[in-house]
């Protein structure tokens, strides 16, 4: 009946509201077609024209009027009543500012923080990328399924890489990427040099992408190849940095690693490779059969490069993935080389780019979902309270005929003028918040797709609307159950006022404590796991230490003795330094990353099956590295000075390393061969652990000579008693008097590099952290209001029972004992539902379980004792009343 | 004499359905056959037919629709809807019960 009504009715409506003047023109028409069928009528009777128009005009009555009356009926009167309620919603809420701008900046917050997470996990995790027709974009890594303990996607190898290409043509395109490169820029023309990231491509990336540049052209076979001429592809925004957007860069040359390129084309500046190995900050594109190292394009066993595929139509990811599975067994069971992996899996894109960000980002979600439902909780609470104090309002206005809707509508346009301011102010709070979020994880894939657009808008919409139907309602349906009457009864004497009212507002509180119990061991866990990151042993002393990174171009520095020259000069002159207590020289310092492994066997260990090898993280390091850094050498010596160039063949290896690799044996003196390419090395020592990365574990470590074994590049590791940061101008004008065209890169204190790489983990936890705070700063409101509402409500009750004789901490007792049952209840309720829930961010936890029994009872006790605040003032009050005074006012 | 009664004037609602439950029809047809059935019992006047008429599309029980007519002209044409029939069945039960009340009352107090 109902919905049949809206059916014939709503269209009319729509009509009468947007139509008016088509309306008003059917109804004229309608009045002269009645008048002249009416005369016409008249003159079938015989009457003259001019009378059968009067006696027509007669009959039908005043034109004008009668439009009136008719247009009476479809009046927009929803719309005029609408209006009507507004303007009296708006005096109500104004007569009480504080209430109103209370609850207005709780929803603010709830709305704002809402809209934009939900903005970030559209952009980032939703929004397609931005390629053409980028559903068919897949990923392809290698795997090691018989190894679980390794990274599951695992970088691709170039040999494979051609054996896939080829035999695939049906099922997709391939293109080759190594994003993680890097190029020395020479300064030329007045600019500084630099170090930027870079990637090499197979000619097809961009193609395969549907990516155009802006100017010039893109790659051709022609470029990608070893014997081609030096080409490079550089971003918009290092046009725009470097080059000031000069429209006539194509065919300009830059000097890359002192080697010149000419540019060939800029890419747009929507353009932006972002994967799980990074690549968002790569400014130069170079063909990579022209740039990697010929051994390094047929291996099998080197893996520096990443797969794109675009899947022809029809097939799917999966096939294409089985496909190339197969394929890569095959691979290795012809190359079965330890360093040859033996399957391969697949992954759309954007999975790709944004997979480690969908647990946090869906957390956070999750955490602002719960603010906002606590502050609607909050605010119908508030509400439900005015309406109790209105109640007699409420039954004399029904006793006189006021319809239910009509006051269920009051109810619902208060609440919506809340969500609406809330939900404007909170629009701009998500706006301040998004600049802030861009500016603060830079580091993050994809944040440069977000943006404030009209999903956003309508999504504020949609929870402004959900807002107000909620806390609407549940004032509404509070404030308006049972019998009307009874208001009128009950307030005529409030001596225990209205049971079930507070009962509904009780039962919102414990929903609302469980929810903030849910945020605070959430919030919990996440700042125990960042701590425990934070303060993760390195293996070294980290502070007063700074690291700067270079790289010496081939191109100049071409034999070993000038490295060593560099090398010497740069290591001797930074230690007479005045202010540095040590330096050193080291390949990757701790926490500066993986750097390079390789597979090594033992001499004089009974020789290794076929395909085995012991996996050892190298780094290069000069004789003074250890004591700058602060690793211990626990057994034998450091390098000497002239152990370098051919002399440079001896190892220390990390404690882990001698305990994995030589269980129960000493392995000073025995000798390690490098199984690929041979050449041995004698063991002179053994030094300490360090981690490579924060989060990760230490790994078998094998420091060598830096001079010698291949390094043409190094970290410069600086201690000084105090004030390391004002050492890096002095290290880098060293840097600049020995090569004025060597950028220094990733110039920062041992503890900016922690900070950078626990700024995921910091982020998360403060974050919820604030959320948390909210929900606990919202509740105990709620909590503290409830109970000063039950004893305002109470006061003539007390002061009898008072008078009566009733003891004054009796009476207190029993208060915060009222007030804490909420709390109890949301405890019970919340405690179990954390446990389920944090199971879902386990995978963001650092050596943090899940059940961590000091997090649930520190939330417990915490909880529990801002409960008990927000109780004791109204109670005390109670419990300090004068029972006369209170009696008098009644 | 009188003025047509209150009574007469809430009832034109349930007429109008009964009448465009049989076809239906346009505005001055409508008032056309509204005199032919009631004779000149209901001194309706033919312009008060049209907010009788819009309101009671308004409300969902008629529905109107623009149909050419003879001489190339075109007229507003009312039927029901099944709304309305429902509405009108319902009505004119009530009409029945109430008037059926009435008139007995009325024997009785004549007797």
Same mark, same amino acid.
């Given at each position: 009946m109902r919905l049949e009504h809206w059916v014939y009715t709503i269209p009319l409506r729509l009509r009468a509201l947007f139509h008016r003047n088509r309306l008003n023109a059917e109804l004229d028409e309608e009045l002269r077609d009645h008048l002249e069928r009416q005369i016409e009528f008249n003159r079938a009777g015989g009457m003259s024209p001019e009378k059968a128009r009067l006696v027509a005009l007669r009959q039908l009555g005043n034109p004008a009027l009668l439009r009136d009356q008719t247009r009476a009926t479809w009046n927009w009167n929803g719309l005029e009543q609408f209006t009507h309620d507004l303007r009296i919603g708006i005096r109500t809420l104004s007569r009480t500012p504080g209430f109103t701008l209370v609850a207005i900046l709780v929803m603010a917050l709830g709305i704002g923080a809402n809209v934009a997470l939900f903005t970030v996990v559209r952009s980032v995790l939703l929004k397609p990328l931005p390629?053409?027709?980028?559903?068919?974009l897949e990923l392809i890594y290698e795997a090691?399924?018989?190894? =679980?303990?390794?990274?599951?996607w695992l970088p691709v190898d170039a040999g494979s890489f051609w054996e896939w290409q080829r035999s695939t043509q049906s099922l997709a395109q391939m293109a080759l990427v190594s994003p993680f490169q890097g190029y020395n820029v020479s300064g030329e023309g007045g600019k500084l040099p630099e170090v930027v990231e870079a990637a090499w491509c197979t000619h097809n990336f961009f193609s395969l992408l549907g990516v155009q540049p802006t100017l010039g052209r893109s790659f051709t076979p022609d470029d990608?190849?070893?014997?081609?001429a030096a080409t490079a592809m550089i971003t918009a925004n290092f046009w725009k940095r470097?080059?000031?957007?000069?429209?006539? %860069?194509?065919?300009k040359t830059i000097w890359l690693d002192a080697k010149p390129y000419t540019i060939i084309g800029v890419l747009p500046s929507t353009f932006v490779y972002s994967g799980a190995f990074g690549?968002?900050?790569?400014?130069i594109w170079t063909p990579v059969r022209h740039e990697a190292p010929a051994s390094l394009l047929h291996t099998y066993g080197d893996h520096e490069f990443l797969a794109v595929a675009r899947l022809a139509p029809g097939v799917s990811l999966a096939t294409l993935a089985s496909r190339i599975d197969a394929l890569q067994k095959q691979i290795k069971s012809a190359h079965p080389e330890?360093?040859?992996?033996p399957g391969a899996i697949g992954r759309t894109m954007l999975d790709d780019a944004v997979q480690d960000y969908k647990t946090p980002l869906y957390a956070l979600l999750g955490a602002t979902g719960c603010v906002l439902l606590i502050a609607c909780m909050n605010v119908a609470g508030l509400l439900v309270a005015r309406a109790a104090s209105r109640s007699k309002e409420f039954a004399i206005r029904a006793a006189l005929g006021g319809g239910r809707m009509r006051l269920i509508r009051e109810r619902l346009i208060e609440s919506l003028l809340l969500s609406a301011s809330g939900g404007a102010l909170g629009l701009l709070l998500a706006w301040a918040a998004l600049g802030w979020l861009v500016h603060a994880r830079?580091?993050?894939?994809?944040?440069?797709?977000i943006h404030f657009d009209g999903m956003a808008a309508a999504f504020t919409l949609a929870v402004v609307f959900l807002c107000t139907l909620f806390s609407g309602l549940i004032s509404a349906h509070g404030s308006l159950r049972?019998?009307?009457l009874g208001g009128l009864q009950e307030g005529s004497?409030?001596?225990? $006022? $209205?049971r079930s009212r507070s009962l509904l507002r009780r039962l919102l509180l414990a929903a609302e404590v469980g929810l903030t119990v849910v945020l605070l061991v959430g919030a919990g866990l996440l700042l125990k796991s960042f701590k425990h990151l934070r303060s993760? @042993?390195?293996?070294? =002393?980290? @502070?007063?230490v700074l690291t700067l990174h270079f790289e010496l171009p081939g191109a100049r520095y071409k034999q070993d003795d000038q490295k060593f020259a560099f090398f010497d000069q740069l290591i001797a002159r930074v230690r007479a330094l005045?202010?540095?207590s040590s330096a050193g020289l080291v390949s990757a310092a701790p926490?500066?990353?993986?750097?390079g492994d390789d597979l090594m066997s033992i001499v004089e260990h009974p020789p290794l099956a076929k395909g085995q090898g012991l996996d050892f993280m190298l780094r290069g390091a000069d004789p003074g590295y250890f004591s700058a850094i602060g690793l211990? %050498?626990?057994k034998g010596r450091t390098f000497t000075e002239?152990?370098? $160039?051919?002399?440079?063949?001896v190892v220390l290896i990390s404690r882990g390393a001698a305990q994995q690799y030589f269980p129960g044996e000493d392995p000073m003196g025995k000798h390690l061969k490098m199984i690929d390419e041979g050449g041995v090395w004698t063991i002179i020592g053994v030094v300490g652990d360090v981690r490579w990365h924060v989060a990760q574990p230490p790994y078998p470590t094998l420091y060598w000579p830096?001079?010698?074994?291949?390094?043409g590049f190094g970290t410069v590791v600086v201690r000084s008693a105090?004030?390391?940061?004002?050492m890096a101008v002095p290290v880098q004008k060293i840097v600049a008097q020995l090569d004025p065209d060597l950028p220094v890169s990733n110039v920062m204190t041992l503890r900016e590099a922690i900070g950078k790489s626990t700024i995921d983990s910091e982020f998360d936890s403060i974050l919820v952290l604030a959320f948390a705070i909210i929900a606990l700063v919202l509740a105990a409101a709620g909590i503290y209001g409830v109970l000063a509402y039950l004893v305002t409500q109470r006061l003539v009750e007390f002061g009898i029972r008072l008078a009566l004789g009733a003891q004054r901490s009796t009476l207190l007792g029993h208060l915060l004992l009222d007030g804490l049952k909420p709390a109890l209840a949301g405890l019970l309720i919340g405690l179990p539902a954390s446990a389920a829930v944090v199971r879902l961010i386990r995978s963001i936890l650092?050596?943090?379980?899940?059940?961590?029994l000091v997090v649930y009872g520190a939330v417990t006790g915490l909880l529990l004792f801002v409960a008990l605040a927000a109780c004791f003032v109204p109670a005390w009050y109670a419990s300090r009343l004068d029972p006369m005074r209170t009696l008098r006012t009644e | 004499m009188s003025k047509p009664s209150d009574l007469v004037q809430g009832t034109l609602d349930l007429l109008v359905l009964k009448i465009l439950a049989l076809e239906p029809l346009h505005g001055w047809a409508l008032s056309q056959r509204l005199k032919q059935v009631s004779g000149d019992v209901l001194q309706v006047?033919?312009?008060?037919?049209y907010p009788a008429l819009h309101k009671l599309e308004q409300q969902g029980w008629i529905q109107a629709e623009w149909k050419p007519t003879e001489n190339n002209r075109r007229a507003k044409f009312y039927s029901l809807t099944r709304l309305g029939r429902r509405y009108l069945e319902r009505e004119a039960a009530n009409w029945e019960r109430i008037s059926a009340a009435i008139s007995g009352v009325l024997r009785l107090t004549e007797v």
């Open positions: 390629y053409s027709d980028p559903e068919g090691d399924p018989g190894h =679980p303990h390794v990274h599951p990608d190849r070893a014997d081609a470097r080059y000031a957007s000069d429209p006539t %860069i194509a065919g690549g968002a900050a790569d400014q330890p360093a040859v992996h830079h580091d993050m894939n994809r944040v440069e797709a049972g019998n009307i004497r409030s001596h225990s $006022g $209205g993760s @042993d390195l293996g070294v =002393p980290v @502070d007063n005045p202010g540095v926490g500066e990353g993986w750097s211990p %050498i626990l002239d152990e370098r $160039g051919k002399r440079a063949n830096i001079y010698g074994n291949g390094y105090h004030d390391v940061e004002s650092y050596e943090t379980e899940p059940l961590d | 006047s033919d312009g008060s037919l």
